[in-house]
């Protein structure tokens, strides 16, 4: 699966900006950084929880799961 590059901004400060990837199928992938890095906003984009400013495309189907710290 790939992800390409994405970007999400608050208040005119970008706190994201991917620079897309290459995901091999079969691989369990995680998320991993220190708090406020955005680790749960990169999460809320891949799984359309969020919309992200500049949006790349998946080329392929996957699933993506996500559970928020609060519901």
Do not use: H
Not at 7 to 18: A, I, M, N, P, Q
Not at 50 to 58: E, I, P, Q, S, V
Request: aromatic share 10%.
């Amino acid at each position: 699966m790939k992800i390409l590059p994405f970007s999400k901004t608050y208040e005119g400060r970008c706190v994201l900006d991917f620079p897309g990837m290459e995901l091999q199928p079969g691989m369990v992938y995680a998320v991993i950084g220190a708090n406020g890095s955005g680790n749960s906003t990169f999460a809320r984009i891949l799984t359309g929880v969020l919309k992200a400013d500049r949006k790349g495309n998946f080329l392929d189907t996957a699933s993506v799961g996500y559970m928020p710290q609060k519901n």
